[in-house]
C-alpha cells in the first residue's frame, strides 16, 4: 500500500513540474515535446539527481530524500516559502514507515470563546482546521448570512465556494481567486494528515459533483492566508472594506478565530454599524427568524466565500 504522505508528495511534484517550461529555468525546448512542463530527466538533471530517483518519488514509491536533495528539488521547481515548507511537511512525513498519529478528536470552541465572540462589536467567527463553521457572533450574521439558514452540519466554506445551487450568478467579480485561496488552505491541512475522514469527505464529494474543484484541487497549490482585506456588497447599505485577521486557537492544529474591522471614524465603519442596525430590525420584525446577511454566504473571500 502506498504511504498516503509519499503519494502526496509525488502528486505535488508532479504537478509543480508541469508547470514549469525549460525558459523557465535556462533550458532550451529542443524539439517537438509530448509534455507541456519539463520532463522528469530535465527537473532530475536540475535538482543532481537520477532519473529512476526522482521517477520513484513521483510514483510515491518507498523514497526517504534527504534534506539535502528537498532542498535541490525546491530551488529546481523554482518553490516559494508556502511551497517549500509543504514540500518539507510531506517529505519528512514520508520517511517514517508507517503515517504518525494524528488526534483527530472533535473539534470544539471553548465556552470563554463564544463569551468572547458575543461581545465583540466587529464580525467574528471561528473555523476549524478544514474550514467548518465552529461558531459565529451576531455582527457576523448581520455581514454573512445566518449559517443556520443551511441544512449543512457542520457548514463548510470549501463547499459552498463551489455549491451551485446556492451560488446561482455569482456576484463575485475575482470568485476564481477566492476559490483558489481556499483550495490551498485545504491543501495546507491535508498536508498535515491526508487520510483525514473529514478532508476526504470534502474533497471527495467536491470532486464528484464540481469540475472547477477538480481543476484547481488538481493544481497542488497551498497557501496558509492569515489576514488582507474584503469588500463586502451589503444591499441597503453600500460596498464595506474591512480588514480581516485570524487568531490561532488552542489546539494542534486547532481552529482559527477570523475577525473583519474597519478602520475607525471611516464610512466603513459607519456602514458596519448601519448593517448591525438593519439585522436587528429585521430579526426582530421576523420574530426571532434568522435573516440573510450582506451577501449570500456562497460569495465571499480568503476569509469566508464573499
Known sequence: MTHPYAREL??????????????????????????TGLRREELALLAGLSTDYYQRMEQGREVRPSDRVLDALADALVLGEEERRYLFTLAHAARRPEPARVERGPEWVP?????????????????????????????????LGSPDAHPSHP????????DDTLTGERSCPDWEQQALEYVGMMRAAVATDPTHPR??????????RSAAFRRMWARHDVGTSVSGTKTF??????????????????????????????????????????LASLHATRSAHAGGRR?????????RGPDLPC
Open 233 to 274: 456588497r451589503a444591499p441597503g447599505v453600500g460596498d464595506l472594506v474591512l480588514d480581516w485577521d485570524t487568531y490561532p486557537l488552542p489546539g494542534a492544529p486547532g481552529p482559527v478565530m477570523l475577525v473583519w474591522t474597519a478602520e475607525p471614524g471611516s464610512a466603513d465603519a459607519d456602514r458596519l454599524r448601519l
Open 10 to 35: 509525488g502528486d505535488f511534484l508532479r504537478a509543480r513540474r508541469g508547470r514549469l517550461h525549460p525558459r523557465d529555468v535556462g533550458l532550451e525546448p529542443g524539439g517537438r515535446r509530448k509534455v
Open 111 to 143: 465556552e470563554s470563546t463564544r463569551r468572547l465572540l458575543r461581545v465583540m462589536d466587529t464580525p467574528a467567527v471561528v473555523l476549524g482546521r478544514h474550514l467548518d463553521l465552529l461558531a459565529w457572533n451576531p455582527m457576523a450574521e448581520a455581514l
Open 155 to 162: 457548514l463548510n466554506m470549501l463547499m459552498l465556494m463551489f
Open 291 to 299: 435573516s440573510r446577511g450582506a451577501t449570500d454566504l456562497p460569495c
Open 199 to 208: 478532508a476526504t469527505a470534502i474533497v471527495g464529494e467536491l470532486s464528484i
